[in-house]
């Protein structure tokens, strides 16, 4: 079993920065990707941004150039460095692990961009 802690969610002004955290637990080995997703209130659960064990990242016409997906060297702990938050960004950030051929995913990080 793979837990997953999320952090860095909160209220940010518009225009403004944050960075999500998402730890694993154990090694990354067998871990063939890791991402983010987030859900909008009345609205269905959407990928933001991807990153294989390969190094290879995919985002959301949404977020490109505004995110940014990274990872650890330990391959563990995905970020995701979100800048020039606005509005419709505000929704519960969600972290996945694909490890072993099996799906992980957080609790989940709410946040708000709201003046």
């Known amino acids: 079993q793979v837990q997953l802690v999320e952090s860095g969610g909160g209220l940010v002004q518009p225009g403004g920065s944050l960075r999500l955290s998402c730890a694993t637990s154990?090694?990354?080995?067998?871990?063939?990707?890791m991402g983010w997703y987030r859900q909008a209130p009345g609205k269905q659960r959407e990928l933001v941004a991807v990153i294989t064990s390969g190094g290879t990242t995919n985002y959301a016409d949404a977020v490109k150039v505004r995110f940014t997906i990274s990872r650890d060297n330990a391959k563990t702990t995905v970020y995701l460095q979100m800048n020039s938050l606005n509005s419709e960004d505000t929704a519960v950030y969600y972290c996945k692990v694909w490890k072993n051929g099996v799906d992980y995913w957080g609790q989940g990080t709410q946040v708000t961009v709201s003046s």
């Open positions: 154990g090694s990354g080995f067998g871990i063939t990707g």
